[in-house]
């Protein structure tokens, strides 16, 4: 269980069964989707099935991508898991701009997710590039 390899095997979890919870980017996606579920929280009532369930459902898919990336048995599968995570970081940038100009997300708490967002999206391309050049 656990596909080629995955990386950044640094962990602050040493009795872990499945291999994707040592990743520092999976850890980190986990975090942007809670801040995203926090975000949303104040959204109106009528967005729950619209930009609320987007924007939930985009940032879960991150951390989501990245653990069933570590399942597959080729460099090259994982790498596009990764990719497929990092589009849907890009998907909750996108739709956190719409939410902000519509007026339901503060300009603080945009640029603070923007912020988070970049950090993730910097781990992401590191972890593919770092796979790629292993495989």
């Known amino acids: 269980m656990g596909g080629p390899r995955c990386l950044d095997s640094r962990s602050q979890h040493s009795n872990t069964m499945f291999n994707f919870e040592n990743l520092k980017a999976w850890q980190k996606a986990v975090d942007f989707s809670v801040s995203i579920y926090a ?44 990719e497929i995570a990092a589009g849907s970081l890009f998907e909750v940038v996108s ?20 912020a988070s967002a970049e950090e993730l999206g910097r781990m992401l391309s590191g972890l593919r590039a770092a796979i790629l050049r292993g495989a």
């Open 39 to 82: 975000a949303t929280k104040a959204f109106p009532d009528v967005e729950r099935f619209g930009l609320v369930s987007q924007m939930r459902r985009a940032s879960v898919s991150v951390s989501s991508n990245l653990a069933e990336g570590c399942a597959r048995n080729s460099a090259p599968d994982y790498a596009r898991f990764v």
């Open 95 to 114: 739709q956190a701009f719409v939410a902000h100009r519509i007026g339901f997300l503060p300009e603080s708490e945009l640029r603070t997710l923007y």
